[in-house]
């Protein structure tokens, strides 16, 4: 921060100050709430889609509204999740096992504000890790190789233990089976076609966001539309719940709070991860370090607490590697590169350098979208709740069209309506047979992370395999994956294993 002087932070102030910046922060935060509501529509389709605007658009300005779209549309996927079971990102599937069964509970409302309060808090502790130590981080994050991120991925499958306590054979086939879909596609090494079966839509791989929508918003939509009780689905008592009793629990919970934001910040700095890691590694940690009582899975407020702040804390991690490095730290600050070429801006070492008032005006718009997002999120949680009380057979028919809408909207092609009706299929049978359907979109994340790092790792030090343990970093995540197994697989062989077992399933199958 020594690059930066007070003529600087004047006139980073004096920039953002203008109405016109305020106004696009707030419609950007509005854009980014409606976007990340609405499965299918992410807050990188927005940004992709806004984008074109900003030619005519200064470059405070463009920023404004950019970043407006960035903090709201990562909170905002946690309304569907919580509401309707149907994860508005992929970051917020993690969310959707503990803040669904709040809101059938008739906690939504607590639920929601939970999922604000955290989302703010994230927000504002990787904001402040950018402002303070963002070179040194981008600095570790540059000496990582692919036998670093290789492990790391490995460490997010593990994730699936914790995730499918006392049904850890169906967690893991889950997993597998996200992971071989994660292959379908052209090989990223040969260019040679792997399942794809002479379709060529299926040359670019399947969209992980296509198989979300189907395996969670079809697949139980499709579930609750056999049963006779749909309605008490749906149509929970709502009560209200304070911000202050909010609050408290974020204050009780606070450690759970600092690791998530820590966690979440981090893998932000890693280039080519995002908040969908983020949420998992974090909802693990606090699995991790339950007490005697917390019922993950059945409508803990801690596992909303770890998901949502580590989901937003990407935001600030996600953009040290673009400002110092012009690396993307995840797939929306890879859009924003590109608005800041269209600004005659280039990311990277001499950003801060040559462009020091750029840089504090940036700092100060992702406060002011995060404050614009807690704003929105408090005016409209109880007009979202209301969601609840649309008639069952109203509501599916609803979800399924929306899905179907907004599978379509990915890529403008009606063979993504196609995929999303076979993972919708897959989802419910998953459901039925209860195998646990969170692992599988965990599996097709890390996927493509696992192979490419694997097979460059290997090639790149003449196929040995000793290599991920004599690299210390990548030696430190084993260990930590083999003390997760070891933590998760002990209470199976203890006393009272099988009643523990049997607890853990309804975690995972309530």
């Known amino acids: 921060m020594d690059l930066i002087s007070f003529a600087d932070v004047a006139a980073a102030l004096s920039a953002v100050a203008d109405p016109t910046v305020?106004?696009?922060?707030?419609?950007?935060?509005?854009?980014?709430?409606?976007?990340?509501?609405?499965?299918?529509?992410?807050?990188?389709?927005?940004?992709?889609?806004?984008?074109?605007?900003?030619?005519?658009?200064?470059?405070?300005?463009?920023?404004?509204?950019?970043?407006?779209?960035?903090?709201?549309?990562?909170?905002a996927g946690s309304i569907p999740a919580i509401l309707i079971n149907t994860p508005g990102t992929p970051g917020s599937a993690a969310t959707a096992l503990d803040g669904h069964q709040m809101a059938l509970k008739g906690e939504s409302d607590r639920a929601i504000t939970t999922a604000l309060v955290s989302s703010f808090l994230g927000g504002l502790f990787s904001l402040l890790l950018l402002t303070t130590i963002a070179p040194s981080l981008a600095k570790v994050a540059l000496t990582f190789t692919s036998v670093e991120y290789f492990?790391?991925?490995?460490?997010?499958?593990?994730?699936?233990?914790?995730?499918?306590?006392?049904?850890?054979?169906?967690?893991?086939?889950?997993?597998?089976?996200?992971?071989?879909?994660?292959?379908?596609?052209?090989?990223?090494?040969?260019?040679?076609?792997?399942?794809?079966?002479d379709e060529p839509n299926l040359m670019g791989g399947i969209s992980s966001t296509a198989a979300l929508i189907g395996l969670f918003a079809i697949g139980q939509m499709l579930l609750l539309a056999k049963k006779n009780n749909v309605a008490a689905e749906f149509?929970?008592?709502?009560?209200?719940?304070?911000?202050?009793?909010?609050?408290?629990?974020?204050?009780?919970?606070?450690?759970?709070?600092?690791?998530?934001?820590?966690i979440g910040t981090m893998i932000g700095v890693l280039p080519g991860t995002g908040p969908a890691i983020a949420s998992w590694v974090s909802y693990s940690d606090a699995l991790r370090t339950a007490r005697r009582g917390d019922r993950f899975g059945q409508g803990e407020v801690k596992g909303v607490i770890a998901c949502e702040v580590s989901n937003n804390a990407v935001t600030?991690?996600?953009?040290?590697?673009?400002?110092?490095?012009?690396?993307?730290?995840?797939p929306v600050t890879a859009i924003l590169i590109g608005a800041l070429l269209i600004q005659g801006i280039e990311a990277g070492p001499f950003l801060i350098k040559h462009?020091?008032?750029?840089?504090?005006?940036?700092?100060?718009?992702?406060?002011?979208?995060?404050?614009?997002?807690?704003?929105?999120?408090?005016?409209?949680?109880?007009?979202?709740?209301?969601?609840?009380?649309?008639?069952?057979?109203?509501?599916?028919?609803?979800i399924c069209t929306a899905a179907a809408a907004g599978s379509f909207s990915l890529q403008s092609n009606a063979f993504d309506v196609k995929l999303v009706m076979a993972f919708g299929l897959l989802g419910y049978l998953m459901i039925r047979y209860r195998f646990p359907t969170a692992p599988a979109v965990l599996g097709i994340v890390l996927g493509p992370i696992l192979e490419q790092n694997l097979r460059n790792a290997l090639t790149g030090n003449g196929m040995d395999f000793t290599v991920f343990?004599?690299?210390?970093i990548s030696a430190g995540a084993l260990l930590v994956m083999c003390f997760l197994l070891y933590?998760?697989?002990?209470?199976?062989?203890?006393?009272?294993g099988a009643k523990a077992d049997a607890r853990a399933e309804e975690t995972v199958n309530p």
């Open 22 to 75: 305020v106004f696009f922060v707030f419609a950007g935060a509005v854009i980014g709430m409606i976007f990340g509501a609405a499965p299918g529509l992410t807050a990188a389709s927005a940004i992709a889609l806004f984008l074109p605007m900003t030619y005519a658009m200064g470059l405070t300005t463009s920023m404004a509204l950019l970043l407006g779209i960035y903090c709201s549309g990562y909170f």
């Open 487 to 496: 933590v998760w697989l002990k209470p199976a062989g203890g006393r009272g």
């Open 151 to 197: 492990s790391f991925a490995l460490v997010g499958i593990v994730c699936v233990a914790g995730i499918s306590r006392g049904s850890m054979v169906k967690g893991l086939a889950s997993a597998c089976i996200g992971i071989l879909v994660s292959t379908v596609g052209l090989d990223p090494v040969s260019g040679v076609g792997r399942f794809i079966f």
């Open 355 to 398: 462009n020091p008032s750029l840089f504090v005006s940036i700092l100060i718009l992702l406060f002011m979208s995060n404050c614009f997002m807690v704003a929105l999120g408090l005016c409209c949680r109880r007009l979202a709740a209301k969601v609840l009380e649309i008639p069952a057979g109203i509501m599916v028919a609803t």
């Open 235 to 262: 149509l929970p008592v709502q009560a209200r719940s304070s911000v202050l009793s909010v609050i408290g629990d974020h204050w009780r919970n606070r450690w759970i709070a600092l690791r998530s934001a820590i």
């Open 316 to 330: 600030g991690g996600a953009l040290v590697p673009l400002l110092t490095l012009g690396i993307p730290g995840d």
């Open 469 to 472: 343990f004599t690299r210390p």
